[in-house]
């Protein structure tokens, strides 16, 4: 039996590409069922260009201070996607809202990852949010993009405890390891097909264990 084609992937980014390089390191092994085939920046002085031109990927910058409306931005991304014969976008700390035209040309094919166990704490300055609330877990999102930021059927979440003393930093530090864990296994459920979106939730199919929520680190 032949091995079902790998499916193509770029990953949008804005900064220093941590998961990024995560996502291009579990890509690297060939039973990976998807390749990280470009990487699209908005920002010409994002640490991830490096990381993915020394990893060999292609990286394309589409500067959005180059659009005049967030329309022809999406316009210039989504053409440079189709380009590159894109199955799956995955976002990974890019920083740009998305127009909903383009959010519901890719529905379904892309994913995004959110440092907070959503629906809790949409938006920015996650970890210090958290602590703000006093919880003592926290974690880390992979799921499909919606139109509504930070909403869409989730994949896989990890959930991090608050240990005492934590600041933003050594929490957030804590939950973007996390983040290189989930992200992986979010993009090797949805490129294999073994999770898929039944409405408005995402099931899990096609015989093996779903990707598990986990506590990090393990006791
Ligand atoms: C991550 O915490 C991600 O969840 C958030 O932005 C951060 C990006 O980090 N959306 P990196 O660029 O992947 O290192």
């Known amino acids: 039996?032949?091995?079902?084609?790998r499916k193509r992937v770029a990953v949008l980014v804005s900064g220093g590409g941590s998961n990024m390089a995560a996502l291009i390191a579990a890509a690297a092994d060939p039973a990976f069922p998807a390749e990280i085939v470009r990487v699209i920046c908005n920002r010409p002085d994002a640490g991830a260009l490096a990381k993915a031109a020394a990893a060999g990927v292609e990286t394309v910058i589409?500067?959005?201070?180059?659009?005049?409306?967030r329309e022809t931005f999406d316009a210039a991304v989504d053409a440079a996607?189709?380009?590159?014969?894109?199955?799956?976008?995955?976002?990974?700390?890019?920083?740009?809202?998305l127009t909903p035209g383009f959010v519901e040309k890719w529905r379904d094919r892309m994913i995004n990852i959110h440092p907070s166990l959503l629906p809790s704490f949409k938006g920015l300055h996650t970890h210090a949010r958290a602590l703000e609330a006093d919880v003592t877990l926290h974690g880390c999102t992979v799921h499909?993009?919606?139109?509504?930021?930070?909403?869409?059927?989730?994949?896989?979440?990890?959930?991090?405890?608050?240990?005492?003393?934590?600041?933003?930093?050594?929490?957030?530090?804590?939950?973007?390891?996390?983040?290189?864990?989930?992200?992986?296994?979010?993009l090797a459920a949805v490129a294999s097909g073994r999770a898929v979106v039944d409405g408005e939730r995402v099931v899990h199919t096609g015989g093996g264990e779903p990707p598990a929520a986990f506590v990090w680190p393990p006791a």
């Not at 199955?87 to 700390?93: F, H, R």
């Not at 991090?160 to 296994?185: M, N, S």
């Open 1 to 5: 039996m032949s091995t079902p084609a």
């Open 144 to 186: 499909f993009v919606r139109a509504e930021m930070d909403m869409g059927p989730i994949i896989v979440q990890a959930a991090v405890p608050v240990i005492d003393g934590d600041t933003a930093e050594t929490l957030a530090a804590r939950v973007l390891a996390a983040e290189h864990r989930i992200y992986p296994q979010a």
């Open 62 to 69: 589409i500067d959005h201070r180059s659009y005049s409306d």
């Open 81 to 97: 996607l189709v380009a590159a014969e894109t199955d799956i976008v995955c976002l990974a700390g890019f920083m740009r809202l």
